[in-house]
């Protein structure tokens, strides 16, 4: 049932081998796989740990039950994250397109257009896997476990990314409160620019249907909302 409504389970680590953990689940065996464990390796350490998992594979027929301690944990991470929020982590990789960071068990790319508002020639030049890094979460998955990070957006100045991580990273929280800010400034800004058209058009349209109505013989003219065709798009202005 537990599998079936996705939840999750505690169970205790009672072996291990060299694929993972075998782990007891509401009395019976089911395999943790070394690479589904979150932040830890499968080792004699381990043993007599209790862990939140959820099902990965259940197999009534065989007696298979493979479980995910990173599925469990990532969510549960996932679920208390948001967009805007300051997160550590680690570089794992460099891509050509980027850099891979673990966040918590989770990944999250920081893509290159995200390192800096300065172009970048070389990447190796700015991050190195093993580097701890500070980044804003611009976006995330919760059903893969996936986030996109920036820290350009956390450079005090253009460029500092290139010439100081080490300084954005110490005011990391400090520059994201200043582009929260800016952010809401330019939110407000587009709000009334959003409403000043309204107004303008509800201005023009009242001029229209002045006219309109004063030659109007068939008493149809109201019938019709001017503004159904503007009000489509409010909520994208406004957003």
């Known amino acids: 049932a537990a ?22 689940v509401e009395g019976l065996r089911a395999f943790l796989p070394g690479s589904h464990l979150a932040g830890q390796m499968p080792t004699d350490d381990i043993i007599g740990q209790t862990l939140p998992l959820k099902f990965l594979e259940v197999n009534q027929e065989t007696n298979k039950l493979v479980v995910s301690n990173r599925r469990a944990v990532v969510e549960q991470q996932m679920s208390d994250l948001s967009r805007g929020d300051i997160v550590q982590g680690m570089v794992k990789a460099l891509k050509p397109y980027g850099a891979f960071v673990e966040v918590g068990g989770m990944s999250g790319l920081l893509h290159i257009s995200q390192i ?95 006219g309109v109505n004063g030659n109007s013989s068939n008493g149809e003219s109201d019938a019709e909302d001017p503004l159904s065709s503007v009000s489509d798009n409010l909520d994208s202005l406004l957003s």
């Open 3 to 24: 599998q079936e409504r996705d939840d999750v389970v505690e169970a205790q680590v009672v072996a291990v081998n060299r694929g993972g953990a075998i782990c007891l």
């Open 116 to 210: 800096s508002y300065d172009r970048i020639e070389d990447l190796e030049q700015v991050l190195q896997p093993g580097m701890q890094v500070k980044c804003m979460i611009i976006d995330h998955d919760n059903v893969n476990g996936r986030i996109a990070l920036s820290t350009k957006t956390l450079e005090p100045e253009p460029g500092d990314m290139l010439k100081d991580p080490a300084l954005v990273f110490e005011k990391a929280e400090e520059t994201a409160q200043k582009y929260h800010a800016r952010m809401e400034e330019e939110r407000k800004a587009r709000e009334a620019a959003a409403r000043d058209i309204v107004l303008g058009l509800g201005d023009s349209l009242d001029d229209i249907g002045g």
